[in-house]
């Protein structure tokens, strides 16, 4: 829990609620309670995007795959879609972080290596960055992309300033989960009456045939 916005309060107190949600749960313990001080250089990839960069919650899912690519997608799809890489971070740390850049990199049959425009970011900000040069999965094969931000200190929590998705460029299969359903999703309230839709969404870039569907 960041508690930079008490920053010089002479007097703070933390209090503690829980709520069981009327499901008569037994009870909450809190032990080993750890306040300290946040380091000076600390930046966070907090979201990676494949369409754009949105700042607030509400923007996160213009379409289902802004914040994650497809495991599995055709060629011809592909190599018609057009990928700009950018990334939402904080800075986490107590001193302004100049020169922060994301770098995209991108290892397989096609690859890319860029960074966006440096910028500085004040301490408990957030921001975004852009990667200027569009990007395309257009050849057959198995990729992985790299987010990562940095600036010009060494950071704190070096783990979470980089996240790494992979994708694989088939003949004619496309796959959110790669053929391995790992969650479920439940909609409804009791005694509400309650209309939802649910399902995947799979992008056509260019006419295409579909020769087969799945469903797990």
């Not at 379409?63 to 011809?76: A, E, F, G, W």
């Not at 972080?97 to 970011?121: A, C, D, H, Y």
Request: aromatic share 12%; charged share 15%; hydrophobic share 35%.
């Amino acid at each position: 829990v960041d508690l930079v916005a008490f920053n010089n309060m002479p007097s703070v107190m933390l209090r503690f609620r829980y709520d069981d949600f009327t499901t008569y749960a037994y009870g909450v313990a809190i032990d080993d309670i750890l306040i300290d001080l946040p380091p000076v250089n600390d930046l966070n990839l907090s979201g990676k995007f494949y369409y754009k960069a949105p700042l607030t919650g509400t923007d996160y899912m213009i379409d289902s795959s802004s914040m994650n690519y497809y495991t599995r997608i055709p060629v011809l799809q592909a190599a018609n879609d057009t990928v700009n890489f950018s990334a939402k971070f904080r800075n986490n740390g107590t001193a302004t972080q100049p020169n922060t850049k994301l770098t995209v990199t991108v290892t397989g049959p096609v690859p890319f290596n860029q960074s966006s425009t440096p910028l500085s970011i004040n301490s408990a900000a957030e921001d975004s960055a852009t990667i200027g040069s569009n990007y395309a999965y257009s050849s057959m094969g198995a990729y992985a992309t790299k987010f990562s931000i940095s600036s010009d200190s060494v950071d704190f929590i070096i783990a979470d300033n980089s996240k790494t998705d992979s994708v694989t460029v088939t003949d004619s299969v496309y796959a959110w989960d790669n053929g391995a359903g790992s969650s479920g999703y439940y909609t409804g309230v009791a005694g509400v009456t309650f209309y939802s839709s649910v399902g995947n969404l799979f992008k056509i870039n260019t006419p295409d045939v579909a020769t087969s569907i799945s469903i797990y």
